[in-house]
C-alpha cells in the first residue's frame, strides 16, 4: 500500500500540469445566437450593402428631378489702348491707353426639369 501511495505521488509530480480551462462561456438563446450570426455573416454584411447602394441609387436619380442653382462671379480689372483696338481718337485730345477700370459680374442661374422622357421608358 505504502509503494503504492509512493507510485501515485510520483506519477502526479512527473505528470505536466494542465492549464486551467478558462471562464464558461455565456449560455445564450436560439434568438440571440441566429442575432449574433446575422451581425457577423458576410452574406449578411453584403446584402445590408447592396441594399444601401440601391438606397443611394435611387436617391441620386431623384435628385435629377430637383431644382439645380448654379452661381458665378466674376472681377475685372482692365485697360483698353485705343490705337490697338483701331479706333481713332478723330481728333479729340484723348490718351492713347485708358484705365484701369474695374468691372464686376455676378450671375445665379436656377433651371427646373419640367419632363423627362428618359425617364417614362
Given at each position: 500500500?505504502?509503494?503504492?501511495?509512493?507510485?501515485?505521488?510520483?506519477?502526479?509530480?512527473?505528470?505536466?500540469?494542465?492549464?486551467?480551462?478558462?471562464?464558461?462561456?455565456?449560455?445564450?438563446?436560439?434568438?440571440?445566437?441566429?442575432?449574433?450570426?446575422?451581425?457577423?455573416?458576410p452574406?449578411?454584411?453584403?446584402?445590408?450593402?447592396?441594399?444601401?447602394?440601391?438606397?443611394?441609387?435611387?436617391?441620386?436619380?431623384?435628385?435629377?428631378?430637383?431644382?439645380?442653382?448654379?452661381?458665378?462671379?466674376?472681377?475685372?480689372?482692365?485697360s483698353?489702348?485705343?490705337?490697338?483696338l483701331?479706333?481713332?481718337?478723330?481728333?479729340?485730345?484723348?490718351?492713347?491707353?485708358v484705365?484701369?477700370?474695374?468691372?464686376?459680374?455676378?450671375?445665379?442661374?436656377?433651371?427646373?426639369?419640367?419632363?423627362?422622357?428618359?425617364?417614362?421608358?
Amino acid at each position: 500500500m505504502r509503494n503504492t501511495l509512493l507510485l501515485c505521488l510520483l506519477a502526479a509530480a512527473a505528470a505536466p500540469a494542465l492549464p486551467a480551462q478558462g471562464p464558461v462561456p455565456a449560455r445564450i438563446t436560439l434568438a440571440e445566437a441566429v442575432a449574433l450570426a446575422a451581425d457577423t455573416a458576410p452574406a449578411v454584411r453584403l446584402a445590408e450593402l447592396e441594399v444601401r447602394r440601391a438606397g443611394a441609387r435611387a436617391t441620386q436619380a431623384r435628385s435629377d428631378l430637383l431644382p439645380t442653382l448654379t452661381a458665378n462671379a466674376g472681377v475685372l480689372n482692365r485697360s483698353y489702348n485705343w490705337a490697338g483696338l483701331g479706333v481713332g481718337k478723330a481728333g479729340l485730345p484723348l490718351p492713347d491707353l485708358v484705365g484701369p477700370f474695374g468691372m464686376g459680374d455676378a450671375r445665379l442661374q436656377v433651371s427646373q426639369a419640367l419632363f423627362d422622357a428618359a425617364g417614362l421608358q
